[in-house]
């Protein structure tokens, strides 16, 4: 990553980095982009660049860039449960339920749980909880962010991060829905706002809607390979350590060599990976390399190894102290319609998942192979492109209408099928299908007849 143009960032140059749509908010920003351990990392202007970028996005309370006006809230939960009105609970609830802790809890549920809830406020750097501790509660973070660390010893000296959480992650379930001690030490990386559910009204309202969610996980994980011949309780242990992520039509998921903290499963809908291929022009492509279906992950290669952006020399890129880790995504992967993701922590995948994953030969393609497969993919797409102008001359013709498109052609054929559908209606399924089939067959036999003609 060393290069001639490289220069040393320290936190205060990082977090002096600011957007005009998005400012960053004084110490808040200063202690959240402390992106480098103490002293000073070298980063390469590129790096530096897609790393405000990560956190903006991923990590948008912690890095001062948050918009969400938690004050509401905490005026409403700072009040004894008893004396909270009606109108204070719903004031609150219009801005939890669009927390990700909150996203699939029914109106009515939150509504209790939102009249039993208190507000914890913690310092910079202050612990939440250690490893070891009885489970006591459950908590959900208003404002500011916190660190999972988790030591093999369970002291606090050796503890190794895990990942960084912000604002709208709930952490400490684990330990209540085990009625085990706590897992993990959670510290605070910024001044931090905390909305707090005790033990027993978290058993009476959320512990059955969290063990059913682990549960799903539990049985998604199973669908995999190599985890379809794990016992329940191993693929359970892993389950505990995925968050579920939504994405829309198109959304870029990550990006080829930006920052990156997960490996990801494909849970529902598909994703297009494409690697970044140079050619001979001096000019680059991305090529498409795999499309992945439920069951389906990528990133995985940062299981063994990956490049964690930072100088060199191995410098690890970080929140706070001790340090998050941010790898630099192999691929780029985006949405193909709407897809559901089951993201799990890189280091959490080192320790849980390092012999089980099974590396795809889309990350070892040569750049030869590459170039071949870009050159493959021009063709197609040029070939699509004339017979979509020979299907729209095909509509023209049959529509009698200059400005027809085979798209029209096709919309008018349903239409058909559909009014077929009505008059066979009485017949049964048969008679559906039949009356489908033959509006399908008959634009397929024009469309084909007619595209052979324009080609020779």
């Known amino acids: 990553m060393a290069s001639a143009n490289n220069s040393n960032y320290s ?20 202690a959240a982009l402390g992106l480098i351990s103490p002293g000073e990392l070298t980063l390469s202007e590129s790096d530096r660049t897609k790393l405000v970028e990560f956190y903006r996005q991923n990590r948008p309370d912690v890095a001062g860039f948050s918009t969400y006006d938690h004050t509401k809230v905490v005026r409403v939960l700072h009040k004894r449960p008893h004396q909270r009105t009606k109108r204070e609970v719903k004031v609150a609830y219009k801005y939890l339920h ?25 310092d910079e750097g202050m612990f939440v909880f250690k490893q070891g501790d009885v489970g006591t509660c459950w908590y959900v973070i208003l404002s500011g962010g916190c660190q999972i660390c988790v030591s093999p010893t369970g002291n606090v000296s050796d503890m190794r991060p895990v990942r960084v ?36 009204t978290y058993a009476r309202i959320m512990r059955l809607q969290h063990t059913q969610d682990l549960t799903l996980k539990t049985k998604f994980l199973q669908k ?12 359970r242990a892993v389950a505990e350590v995925i968050e579920w992520t939504n994405y829309r039509s198109g959304e870029v998921i990550v990006r080829e060599g930006h920052p990156t903290t997960c490996i990801h ?24 390399v795999a499309t992945l279906g439920p069951t389906e992950y990528f990133n995985e290669t940062l299981v063994q190894t990956g490049r964690a952006i930072g100088s060199a020399a191995g410098s690890r890129v970080v929140v706070g102290e001790p340090a998050e880790t941010v790898w630099a995504s192999p691929v780029t992967a ?33 750049p030869a192979e590459l170039a071949r497969m870009a050159a493959a993919q021009t063709e197609k797409a040029r070939w699509g492109k004339v017979r979509r102008r020979n299907l729209d001359a095909l509509a023209k013709e ?32 048969r008679g559906v299908a039949a009356a489908h089939a033959r509006a399908a067959g008959t634009l397929s036999m024009d469309l084909d007849s007619s595209t052979c003609m324009r080609r020779r």
């Open 165 to 200: 959480i912000s604002a709208g992650c709930g952490f400490g379930e684990l330990a209540l829905m085990s009625d085990k001690s706590r897992g993990a030490t959670i510290k605070t990386i910024t001044t931090t706002i905390l909305a707090r559910v005790e033990k027993d």
């Open 11 to 30: 936190l205060e140059s990082l977090s002096s980095v600011s957007s005009a749509s998005a400012p960053m908010r004084g110490t808040a920003a200063t």
């Open 398 to 429: 049959v529509l009698h209408d200059p400005a027809a498109s085979w798209r029209a052609l096709v919309a008018r054929r349903a239409r058909g099928a559909e009014g077929a559908l009505d008059r066979v209606g009485a017949k049964g399924g």
């Open 98 to 122: 669009r927390l990700k802790a909150f996203e699939r809890i029914s109106m009515f549920v939150m509504m209790d749980l939102i009249s039993c809830m208190h507000v914890d406020e913690f």
């Open 224 to 235: 995999i390979v190599p985890f379809d011949t794990w016992p329940e309780p191993s693929a």
């Open 334 to 366: 985006i949405a193909r319609g709407a897809v559901t993701l089951g993201n799990v922590a890189v280091l959490d995948a080192r320790a849980k998942l390092a012999v089980a994953l099974v590396v795809k030969p889309m990350y070892g393609q040569s």
């Open 265 to 288: 499963f494909v849970s529902q809908g598909a994703v297009d990976c494409y690697r970044t291929c140079a050619l001979a022009d001096g000019t680059s492509t991305q090529v498409k």
